[in-house]
């Protein structure tokens, strides 16, 4: 056989392997990234924000909210903003940093708005509409985990149920360099014209 010959059909056989061997490590490669992924969907906190107890006491003085943790790990709550709409306007805000830990399976209960005066009757008889909104920012309690969320929920009284309605809860991932949440950039677009449902819906 010509020498020509053999040696081309050498290169080849040398590039079919080295495309082979290419394949397979591509394949290794997105196997082990799945799994990681995996892993770390797998190994994270999950934060739900709630009313604390379906109805609230008969003089609706204080709105509390509790934050759990579904999650296999704990949570570090790295920043909270809160905002009351009283009859369509705006309340006094609160935004500051935060370091509490959420234990895995725990609830942390959130002390958020004190409704003062006749306020909490006037809402309770439905003569004034309270609305109210809070977000906060998590990550793992881990120092090289630089993975973080934002959840949040809006909901707003109603005196036909003596009970707080949701109108949105969610959850998003943010970038890991992210210091603080602005509710201006979750709130729904219906936020300040949505009602309650009543007690037929």
Known sequence: MDSNII???ASLVAALAALTAALIAWQQGRQTEKALNLSLAESRPILCLDIA???????????KFVVRNSGPIPARLIYKSTQPWVNGETEKSTMHADVDIVLPGEDHIISSFDLTG???AQVI???VSLKYAIAILYGPTTRNDKRRWITDAWVAFSCRKKAFALRKRDEIEVDSRMMSCNLKDLEPEDWLQWQPPSLNQ
């Open 7 to 9: 040696a081309a059909f």
């Open 53 to 63: 107890g379906e109805k609230l006491p008969s003089d609706l003085s204080r709105v």
């Open 118 to 120: 006749e306020l909490p």
């Open 125 to 127: 008889n439905g003569d």
